[in-house]
């Protein structure tokens, strides 16, 4: 507990500049996402090599960061590039391992090719189509801090009063009561965050109802990104995805939980709030 707080304690004053101050945070926040997804592909193909998904490192992870570039450019570019992206992750892993040796065990490396593709390089780009968006410092601040305050809750709830196994064959630390106090810390961090930004003169177009929806969806998208990565590190027979950050492991490690997050809200400011 005492690595995880120090590291927290470094990163997120960081963060907080990345995404706030212009106009070098937001270069420097594509840096940093495109850095997290070169580290999260080749820590994802890393465990997925050990769990006998072989896929081609190189190709997956150029297109990973096709989706960076294509996020990064909506700004200076007329057309938006995400749908031959998709057609392309999709498309040429199953041809590259249709024609390169060892042509085996094609369609099985193929999903894990595929997988980590999006799960890391796509998802995380929408934090920074979010940033790109109208009030885009706000949303993103309140993706990634109520996913902290998810995580928060769930740790220290379920730590006290955590009785009731989740998910035990997946991660035996997790109980129901621990994922409740995280979900209700996820709803009040979003209200609460809704009143701070209104006060501070920067509102978010969303009501106080609306907030507690996003935050719902945080609390229970948060916690599944959680499960998914302990599900993959038990497929994978390792107990961290890498050694990257004292106490948090390697860098899955942390953005487990904000990987789904980002993606939610994003698509919920464009299409229901924008």
Known sequence: MKQRTITAFLGLPLLIALVWFEPYGFPLLILLVAVAVVLGTLEFYHMASLAEGQ????????LALGFVANAAAQDHIE?????????????????WLLVVPPRKRVLIRWSWTLTGILYVGFALSCYIALRELDEGREWVFLAILCTFACDTGAYFVGRTWGTHKMAPSISPGKTWEGAAGGFLCTIAAAV??????????????????????????????????????????RKAGVKDSGNLLPGHGGALDRLDSIIFTGLVVYYYAQFVVQ
């Open 79 to 95: 057309h938006d590039f995400l749908g031959p992206l998709l057609a392309a992750a999709v498309v040429l892993p199953m041809l």
């Open 192 to 233: 609460l965050l809704r009143a701070i930004f209104a006060e501070a003169g920067h509102p978010l177009p969303i009501t106080y109802l609306e907030a507690m929806l996003i935050g719902a969806l945080i609390g229970i998208l948060g916690q599944v990104g959680d499960l998914c990565e302990s599900q993959l590190k």
């Open 55 to 62: 896929p081609p490192t190189a190709l997956g992870l150029v």
